[in-house]
């Protein structure tokens, strides 16, 4: 039996995601035992704790389902104390604001534990200080659910054979653009518009989605996410007021190859996904939305293909397989922990370039209006593709 400690688990990420797509890892849950790690404290609010634990689908550890961050005791191995009580941990799952996350995985990787830490995975200044600690403890298991969806697993799969379709790449676009005005989300996850503690605004937030999904693709380019250089950004939002942009987009280029990232919310339409440009054509990626299942979209020299994914996942039924495989002491198939850290950490790297030339330039927040694009002067491709139904809410596999 593992135990799993999940850092942050009564918190809007662990309720709204993690708890997604289990079907693909449910005969490895039996052999796991979670427990809750957060900052209520037990003594005076056990009531709000058990709420909310009884609403997530996790094997909580019979002997101590929840430990409060500020009451446990940290040992020099992969153990903590809870008052008499000693809890071996071999994993960890760190889905906790952005900014405790560096602390959080410097204490477990170094412990040994398997260091599961979710998007964007550290603050830009820190992002060299995890790639190092990664180099001295190689178990980090970097989290983009994107790159888990069942679309980009497909892709990744069959890489070279739609390459050689296409063509040799000549540009990345990516989108991950929202329709609902960010007002909405910050009931749950309200620290979006606080830099100190989010890292930043959309760029981090949004844009690291399809920056990391690049990431495999530059691999096999014998290119780096990381190496990206930033030439053009435009930032901005609904709000004439705010500080923290809400919609943002930035070009840059790598090897020869243009990129190009538009993410935000209160935009014209809801679409997550990337589209690879070759020379003789594209294949599009969308990893699914709440209206449309995922699917890729391949357009070449015979004509237009559409692969449909029906009630398939964004992602997190296979990081959470991929991750209690190599728990288990296991091997995967897909993205190796080096693949994920680079897509992951260089994704943070790209965000921070742009945001340091927007800074540079003394460039102001545009605003736009909700449910308009934000003005750029480069459009980025990616629309749901007219061949894939939309639903008012899709059946999710669960």
């Keep these: 039996m593992k135990t799993v400690a999940i850092y942050g688990a009564l918190g809007a990420v662990v309720q709204r995601l993690l708890t997604k797509g289990f079907v693909e890892a449910r005969p490895l849950l039996p052999q796991v035992h979670f427990v809750a ?39 020099a ?14 994993g ?71 390459l050689g379709r296409i063509g040799p790449p000549t540009a990345l676009h990516g989108r991950l653009i929202e329709s609902w005005p960010i007002e909405m989300e910050l009931g749950q996850r309200w620290w979006l518009l606080m830099p100190e503690i989010s890292g930043g605004g959309a760029g981090m937030d949004a844009g690291v989605h399809p920056l990391a999904m690049f990431s495999p693709i530059l691999d096999v380019l014998a290119l780096k996410l990381g190496d990206v250089e930033i030439t053009d950004v435009v930032m901005g939002g609904t709000d004439p007021s705010r500080t ?15 990129l190009l990232v538009d993410c935000g919310k209160g935009l014209e339409d809801t679409c997550y996904g990337i589209t690879v440009v070759g020379e003789k054509g594209s294949v599009e990626i969308c990893v699914g939305t709440e209206e449309v299942d995922p699917y890729l979209r391949v357009v070449d020299s015979t004509g237009t293909e559409v692969r449909r994914f029906e009630n398939g996942q964004i ?8 991750y209690l495989t190599l728990l288990h002491g296991g091997q995967v198939s897909s993205l190796s922990l080096q693949q994920r850290l680079d897509a992951c950490v260089g994704s ?18 545009v605003h736009h209006e909700v449910g308009q694009p934000l003005p750029v002067p480069q459009k980025v491709l990616g629309a749901i593709a007219p061949e894939v139904p939309r639903s008012k809410v899709r059946t999710w596999a669960t």
Excluded at 111 to 137: C, F, M, N, S, Y
Aim: with cysteine; proline share 5%; hydrophobic share 45%.
């Design 37 to 75: 790690v957060d900052t209520l404290d037990p003594n005076t609010q056990w009531e709000e704790i058990a709420k909310r634990m009884a609403k997530l689908a996790f094997p909580w550890n019979p002997q101590l389902p929840y430990a409060s961050v500020e009451q446990i005791t940290l040992n």
């Design 77 to 90: 191995d992969n153990s903590f104390f809870l008052g008499d009580k000693r809890v071996v941990v071999d």
């Design 92 to 162: 960890v799952v760190v889905a906790t604001p952005t900014s405790t996350h560096l602390h959080i995985v410097e204490q477990w990787a170094t412990r040994g534990a398997l260091v599961w830490v979710d998007k964007p995975i550290t603050l830009i200044p820190e992002a060299p200080h995890i790639r190092q600690l990664a180099a001295q403890h190689p178990n980090i298991f970097a989290v983009d659910f994107f790159l888990d969806s069942d679309a980009m697993l497909w892709f990744l799969a069959q890489m070279r054979e739609l």
């Design 244 to 258: 923290v942009e809400t919609a943002f987009w930035c070009k840059g280029r790598v090897g020869g190859i243009e």
């Design 315 to 322: 992602g997190y039924g296979h990081t959470w397989l991929d």
């Design 348 to 365: 943070v790297e790209v965000v921070g370039k742009a945001y340091a030339l927007h800074t540079s330039l003394g460039s102001q927040l």
